[in-house]
């Protein structure tokens, strides 16, 4: 009974670089998030993903990013052309239902860590 | 700006003893609130919510209280164990919105 699943744990991109990043989410669950993590501060929220749809991009850049989560296969967010300040830690969540609601059961991987240097 | 936040970034306890961490909000329309524990190099690790029509609720070692008078939040983990040392974070859950709202985090450090 795999949790959601992320890779790769750490990966390190030159700047301008593209970085993609990889979700699996839990067997049965058909929301995803993905969230940011700067170093000592809390998870910022950025794509709320269903199959094929994105529901809701309000705390994603503009420029550079683009996430989706295809019929078939992982949520992939896509970094282009990465600036140092992409620094961080990517932290994807999947849920059954989509929240607020009972039992829903949001849970979050362990992350990919990013480092662009 | 920050609609969840947390009063102190560091707490330290000695072993055994009761920790209480405490949270800040600043949105009315928050319908749900978690606490999640994250130890270093993981995901955020869920412990326990509570809804907004609800003012306590218990866990195994845990509560969360809340009081919406003055929209503060508090985690209480009693007899605290080495394995709780992580860094302790709320999130929200708003009306009408898909993501949670994270504080910042207080880092909880157990002394033996």
């Known amino acids: 009974n795999a949790g959601v699943m992320q890779n790769p744990r750490h990966l390190v991109r030159r700047r301008g670089q593209e970085?993609?990043?990889?979700c699996s989410p839990m067997k049965g669950h058909s929301h995803v998030?993905?969230?940011?993590?700067?170093?000592?501060?809390g998870l910022k929220f950025m794509v709320y993903l269903q199959k094929e749809n994105i529901i809701d991009e309000s705390g994603m850049p503009k420029e550079r990013f683009s996430a989706e989560f295809p019929k078939e296969g992982p949520s992939i967010l896509r970094i282009q052309q990465v600036v140092r300040g992409d620094s961080?830690?990517?932290?994807?969540?999947?849920s059954s239902e989509r929240p607020p609601s009972p039992n829903y059961?949001?849970?979050?991987?362990?992350?990919?860590?990013l480092t662009v240097v | 700006g920050e609609n969840v936040g947390l009063h102190l970034p560091t707490l330290s306890v000695q072993e055994g003893d009761n920790s209480i961490i405490n949270c800040a909000y600043s949105n009315s329309a928050s319908d749900y609130f978690i606490w999640y524990k994250q130890e270093s190099g993981k995901g955020p690790q869920?412990?326990?919510?509570?809804?907004?029509?609800?003012?306590?609720?218990?866990?195994?070692?845990?509560?969360?209280?809340?009081?919406?008078?003055?929209?503060?939040?508090s985690l209480q983990i009693a007899a605290t164990q080495p394995g709780d040392s992580a860094v302790y974070f709320?999130?929200?859950?708003?009306?009408?919105?898909?993501?949670?709202?994270?504080?910042?985090?207080?880092?909880?450090i157990i002394q033996p």
């Open chain 1, 19 to 22: 970085a993609r990043l990889r």
């Open chain 1, 33 to 41: 998030y993905w969230y940011r993590q700067l170093p000592e501060e």
């Open chain 1, 88 to 94: 961080a830690a990517y932290f994807c969540a999947s």
């Open chain 1, 105 to 113: 059961g949001y849970t979050f991987g362990s992350g990919t860590r």
């Open chain 2, 46 to 73: 869920f412990i326990i919510d509570i809804r907004s029509n609800m003012d306590k609720r218990q866990g195994q070692r845990v509560t969360v209280l809340l009081n919406k008078t003055v929209k503060h939040l």
């Open chain 2, 90 to 108: 709320c999130a929200e859950f708003v009306s009408g919105a898909d993501g949670l709202t994270f504080g910042k985090g207080t880092h909880l």
